[in-house]
């Protein structure tokens, strides 16, 4: 079984503060995503990262993968109110194709 | 544009008793997914679907059943609930089983096992 650790799992923080989140594994994902999820609604996917190394970004959000594959971190500047909500990655393993494992995920809390 | 749709949305049963969760999708994926969200564990995939009548378990599939007659629809059924089974379920969908590809979620159903 392959395991994602995801960290923190809680994250208060001002507005304007950066912040990153990490995800990390022992394990190799052939792609790694990070899904957005509010209250009452099921994760929305943010960004779907699959080359080793690579970045991507979206607006103030930084999604990079790590070279090795095992692990990733989404980072956020100047953190807004509307940021608010669980942030989480999932992987999928190599030769599971499509099949995802999630991590635990990380509540992230924005003050105005 | 109804999307993916849950039903019912919040549902209380007794230790025991049977309930079906049904799952609902417009768009003709074949990919149909089920996943549990426990604090502290994510999600954690069920059962999945690649097309009609074709299914197969994922890491938690005790206690379970499903079944996919219709493409659109895959409903879940916990044959006797327990209370391990409280959980908060959601119902995916996706177009293929592709590493890149995106799964749409539903809203997700809250389940209370007394």
């Known amino acids: 079984t392959q395991l994602l650790e995801q960290s923190p799992q809680f994250l208060s923080i001002q507005e304007g503060e950066n912040l990153t989140v990490y995800c990390n594994s022992s394990?190799?994902?052939?792609?790694l995503q990070w899904y957005r999820q509010e209250p009452g609604e099921g994760p929305v996917l943010l960004v779907t990262?699959?080359?080793?190394?690579e970045v991507k970004k979206l607006k103030r959000l930084t999604f990079q993968f790590g070279d090795a594959r095992k692990d990733s971190s989404l980072h956020i500047t100047a953190a807004q109110p509307g940021d608010t909500g669980l942030y989480l990655c999932?992987?999928?393993?190599?030769?599971?194709?499509?099949?995802?494992?999630f991590g635990q995920g990380t509540i992230l809390t924005v003050h105005p | 544009d109804a999307g993916i749709t849950q039903s019912p949305r919040y549902k209380i049963t007794e230790t025991g008793r049977q309930v079906t969760l049904m799952c609902h999708q417009t768009?003709?994926?074949?990919?149909m997914f089920w996943y549990r969200q426990d604090l502290g564990h994510g999600l954690r995939l069920i059962y999945y679907?690649?097309?009609?009548?074709?299914?197969d378990k994922g890491e938690v599939p005790d206690g379970y059943v499903v079944s996919r007659s219709k493409t659109e629809n895959f409903p879940l059924t916990l044959e006797s609930a327990t209370r391990s089974q409280t959980s908060v379920y959601f119902c995916?969908?996706?177009?293929?089983?592709?590493?890149?590809?995106?799964?749409?979620f539903g809203p997700g159903t809250r389940l209370t096992v007394l």
């Open positions: 995916a969908s996706s177009v293929a089983l592709d590493r890149s590809d995106t799964q749409y």
């Open positions: 394990s190799v994902f052939s792609s």
């Open positions: 990262v699959v080359t080793g190394g």
């Open positions: 999932a992987g999928a393993g190599v030769g599971s194709y499509g099949k995802l494992t």
């Open positions: 768009w003709s994926h074949s990919y």
């Open positions: 679907s690649a097309a009609a009548d074709i299914t």
